[in-house]
């Protein structure tokens, strides 16, 4: 969400803004002004979290076009860190016990070169800078998890403030169940879900044996996708090293002569000294030196030196059609349309969402009765607005849940009917229609299943009654609108004198 807030966020921000000025209780009345606080951002929160060593701080920085987030095995990288748009690029400290310092930014390096060692009483770091990647959302980089069922409880607590996650999936292995279910326990527990939740498959290169790890990438993907579908919109795979590079300010031309070289050798000797970094560090009658080929195994890694060589046979010389190449080849432009359609456009309702289910924690047996009574007419207020279309939409996330979690049952078709309406970034994408529906096609389509989920609602089940109720009202509220939108664009056509 930039620019002005949406309207549904706008009217929790004034129950809130209301309820408020009635409380008596310092701490609920800062609590509420924190809650609002957050709610008036100009920028929905996006967090990269999983586990430790996911490559979740390359992949930030291939979504921040800059080497600003700390990578490897460091200090800085234990530490949530918040990268916000700002007019003056500068970190600030923020300290367990509520003090912060301001430092200036480095100017290469990002947070590591900045904070330097680690710092036990620090709690995490904001970078304010103005970097255009961040006019669209605020990221947040968190530590990952320690185990494959735990997540630290700053990354916890980074999660839980955010209001969509880009969520790193660990490589496939014989713990792959174990680590599916940590990610559906734990994303339970903070509201998540194929509403707000992108899946990013990341590493690929180490996926396979094969030059060509995009063919068992995708086929990984897609089984993480099926098998996450309750809690994950979608899972994409992304080459993060390469995405990083490609996207950031670190390749020169001087990287790019020296593929060149690599490009005009003996290509079969090439391809035999690319098959392990060992065999490249040591090749002592290389067409380059040393020190160039640690520079390319540190910005590419293997299977980018290979992609960036069919590039150059392809004819991409020049460094920026070479760096255009290696970008499109990384599949980061996916993943960057997926957080534009379904974060992005969908901010209104993700940030009302996140909003809501933080009231749900702000305990509503107050002891004073004048507190009381507040909060009881804000409960009620918050049930009515939970009836609007957009969180209805989010309501239906969890309905995902239930169905994996086999507490309630669907037949395939109503299963994908469902699956769309809880996850399109738009009406047409709800209904299972292409993008450029017109409203009168809109209509008829969520006129065609309202009697679906209504013969549903007979079911004896209570959890399918809920689930598919919400469906029918979504399903209404889409038929009215377009129906709406269809009559007034037939009336201004009827207006408009003919040439």
Not at 15 to 40: F, H, I, K, N, W
Not at 60 to 67: I, K, T, Y
Not at 245 to 272: H, I, M, Y
Not at 457 to 484: D, I, N
């Amino acid at each position: 969400m930039t620019g002005p807030v949406g309207p549904v966020t706008s009217r929790l921000i004034a129950l809130c803004a209301g309820t408020r000025d009635r409380l008596r209780t310092p701490e609920l009345r800062e609590r509420l002004d924190g809650l609002v606080t957050r709610l008036s951002e100009p920028r929905i929160r996006v967090a990269v979290g999983g586990r430790m060593n996911a490559g979740k701080s390359t992949l930030a920085n291939a979504l921040l076009q800059e080497r600003l987030a700390a990578t490897g095995a460091t200090e800085t990288t234990r530490l949530v860190t918040w990268f916000r748009h700002g007019h003056q690029a500068r970190v600030r400290v923020h300290h367990r016990d509520g003090t912060e310092r301001v430092l200036p930014l480095a100017a290469t390096g990002g947070v590591g070169a900045t904070v330097g060692g680690g710092d036990a009483e620090i709690g995490h770091l904001t970078v304010e800078t103005p970097n255009d990647a961040l006019t669209r959302h605020t990221l947040i980089d968190t530590p990952g998890m320690d185990s494959l069922s735990k997540l630290d409880p700053d990354s916890l607590a980074a999660l839980a403030d955010a209001d969509a996650v880009v969520y790193l999936m660990p490589h496939p292995g014989e713990r792959d169940a174990e680590a599916i279910e940590a990610v559906r326990g734990w994303s339970g527990g903070l509201r998540l879900g194929a509403a707000n939740m992108i899946g990013v498959l990341s590493r690929i290169d180490t996926l396979a044996d094969d030059d060509d790890p995009w063919p068992t990438a995708r086929r990984v993907a897609d089984r993480y996708a099926r098998e996450l579908r309750a809690v994950l919109s979608d899972v994409v795979p992304v080459a993060g090293l390469l995405a990083e590079t490609a996207r950031g300010p670190d390749f020169s031309e001087t990287d790019a002569r020296a593929l060149r070289a690599l490009a005009e050798a003996d290509r079969g000797g090439v391809v035999r000294k690319l098959r392990t970094v060992q065999r490249f560090r040591a090749w002592e009658e290389a067409p380059i030196p040393g020190d160039d080929r640690e520079r390319l195994l540190e910005l590419l890694g293997l299977h980018g030196i290979r992609v960036a060589l069919e590039l150059l046979d392809e004819g991409r010389r020049a460094t920026p059609a070479l760096l255009a190449g290696l970008a499109q080849r990384s599949g980061v432009a996916e993943l960057i349309e997926r957080i534009e359609t379904v974060f992005v456009a969908g901010a209104d309702r993700l940030r009302a969402s996140a909003g809501i289910a933080a009231l749900e924690h702000l305990g509503w047996d107050a002891a004073d009765e004048v507190d009381r009574r507040a909060l009881l007419a804000l409960q009620s207020e918050l049930d009515r607005l939970r009836l609007e279309p957009a969180l209805r939409q989010v309501d239906l996330a969890s309905a995902l849940v239930d169905l994996e979690a086999g507490r309630m049952r669907l037949g395939d078709e109503d299963t994908a009917r469902l699956r769309d309406l809880a996850t399109g970034a738009d009406d047409a994408h709800r209904l299972g229609l292409a993008a450029d529906a017109d409203p009168a096609a809109i209509a008829a389509a969520a006129a065609a299943q309202i009697p679906q989920w209504r013969r549903l609602e007979a079911r004896p089940s209570r959890v399918l009654q809920r689930h598919v109720r919400t469906a029918r009202e979504l399903c209404e509220h889409m038929l009215f609108t377009g129906r709406a939108a269809a009559e007034a664009g037939a009336s201004w056509q009827a207006r408009t004198p003919t040439r």
